[in-house]
């Protein structure tokens, strides 16, 4: 007979195994929409340094190829580019090396250049970027309805 935990998705723990607290308090507080405490832990998670994780794969695959001007250089390792040079361009249409810009956003989903982010695979990270965003949609509404009363 199959029980309602197993159907559920639960299983028993393997030997020496721990419960994934953490990953589901995250989701809890995702899904309360608690975004304070969630965007606490997401900054713990990384370890002091910088809390954002590395571009998603497709966005970072998706950046197109393109041809630079033999008069520029790369931001990450400042050499100029050559003829042979593969590079990228981010939307916010700056351009890197092919190698620098990948091995880059492994380590954070940003530009080198002007920190515009790309998207991440993070969903605890991509629920805190959503919620800012409505957040200043919302204030910004408010502000122009407050304009639009006062002045
Ligand atoms: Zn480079
Ligand atoms: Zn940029």
Known sequence: MADYFSELGFRPLAEG???DHGAHLLRLLRDSGNFDLLQMFVELRGEGGSSAPAASKAAVQALPLVQPLEN???AVCLKNYDEESQCRMMPCKHKFH???IFTWLKQTN???ICRKELPTDDLDYEAIRKHKERESERNQQLE???NSMFS
Request: aromatic share 0%; hydrophobic share 15%; net charge negative.
């Open 98 to 100: 092919q190698e620098c």
């Open 144 to 146: 122009s309805l407050h």
């Open 110 to 112: 940003s530009c080198p």
């Open 72 to 74: 520029e250089n790369c």
């Open 17 to 19: 195994e721990v419960p």
